[in-house]
């Protein structure tokens, strides 16, 4: 079991930040990937970011290149997702989600553990 709990949504004004936390409890000591996606009103999920475990390697989707930074603190089996410049589509609930074995090998792909969701709502 692997659960995943997200925290940190909220209303922002255009041009502003949040930071969203992803804290792992369960069998975390061993996993492929874990990262972030979004699902906005009457679209399709999307990966946001993803970080592979074993080198840190990571995807951003092109339009939060510059603006999102995810990170890690494995003593804390938390992953995080700074979001800076927040823009109006960027409004969605955002999840957190792990990828155990990697059958893909793409980051942001196929994915095996979701959290909830937490809703992030850019407006003025």
């Known amino acids: 079991q692997f659960d995943l709990v997200e925290s940190g949504g909220g209303l922002v004004q255009p041009g502003g930040s949040l930071r969203l936390s992803c804290t792992a409890s369960?069998?975390?000591?061993?996993?492929?990937?874990i990262g972030w996606f979004r699902q906005a009103p009457g679209k399709e999920r999307e990966g946001v970011s993803c970080i592979r475990r074993s080198d840190g390697s990571l995807y951003y989707v092109d339009s939060v290149k510059g603006r999102f930074t995810i990170s890690r603190d494995s003593a804390k089996n938390t992953v995080y997702l700074q979001m800076n410049s927040l823009k109006p589509e960027d409004t969605a609930v955002y999840f957190c989600a792990a990828d155990l074995i990697g059958r893909t090998g793409i980051l942001c792909g196929a994915q095996d553990y979701w959290g909830q969701g937490t809703r992030v709502t850019v407006s003025a």
């Open positions: 369960g069998v975390t000591s061993d996993y492929y990937a």
